[in-house]
Every structure is written in structure tokens, then in C-alpha cells.
Nanobody, 124 residues
Framework: QVQLVESGGGLVQAGGSLRLSCAAS????????MGWFRQAPGKEREYVAT????????IYADSVKGRFTISRDNAKNTVSLQMNSLKPEDTAVYYC?????????????????WGQGTQVTVSS
């Protein structure tokens, strides 16, 4: 299994920035892809961004393109999400997620493991 712990959430004004981090532990050698999802109150969880563990492939949801940047540090087994130009509609609980190599064929919205989530609140 892979365990995930997110950090870096908080309260920020619209137009501000936050950086989320996710630390992976356990069977990290099985990681194929890591990503971020979010869920706002009363809404379904939605995909935000993903990055391959090897290589440079990244994919972003249209709603965050040009504002959010996902990156990884393989040596530290961490993935980060730099969020700039935040909007009130970005308010949500943000979850880190992992897809392992044996699930490589799955859709990016169907990871194998989840973190506990971290709250991001953007005030207007």
C-alpha cells in the first residue's frame, strides 16, 4: 500500500497563492502517477491535475490551467501543487491521490490510494 499525507491548506484572499504538498510512504516504488482532486461542499469530487512519476507528463483540468502547477520530488516521494491567482470557486477540500503501476490503464480519475485531504478556502 501507499500512504499519503497532505499539508499546506489554509485561508487566502482571492488572487493569492497557496502551495499544497503530499508526502507518500509505504510501497512508493509502485507509484505510476500522482494527482490532486478537490471536492467543494455540495459538489462531486473533481480532478485537478496529475503528473507521471517518471517523465514530465502533466495534465490539468481546464478550470486550473495557467494558474496551478503540479510538480514532484522523486527523492523525497512528494508531489506539490502550486496554486496562483486563486478564486473563491477554488474553495474545496483538496486530496492527493496515487495510481500504482499495475493500474496504469485506468482513467486518471480512478486512482488507487487517497490522502485524508486538506482544506483550501479562498475569500472574496
Amino acid at each position: 500500500q501507499v500512504q499519503l499525507v497532505e499539508s499546506g491548506g489554509g485561508l487566502v484572499q482571492a488572487g493569492g497563492s497557496l502551495r499544497l504538498s503530499c508526502a507518500a510512504s509505504g510501497r512508493t516504488f509502485t507509484i505510476y502517477r500522482m494527482g490532486w482532486f478537490r471536492q467543494a461542499p455540495g459538489k462531486e469530487r473533481e480532478y485537478v491535475a496529475t503528473i507521471r512519476w517518471i517523465g514530465t507528463n502533466t495534465i490539468y483540468a481546464d478550470s486550473v490551467k495557467g494558474r496551478f502547477t503540479i510538480s514532484r520530488d522523486n527523492a523525497k516521494n512528494t508531489v506539490s501543487l502550486q496554486m496562483n491567482s486563486l478564486k473563491p470557486e477554488d474553495t474545496a477540500v483538496y486530496y492527493c491521490a496515487v495510481t500504482i503501476s499495475s493500474s496504469w490503464f485506468r482513467d486518471i480519475t480512478e486512482p488507487d490510494y487517497w490522502g485524508q485531504g486538506t482544506q483550501v478556502t479562498v475569500s472574496s
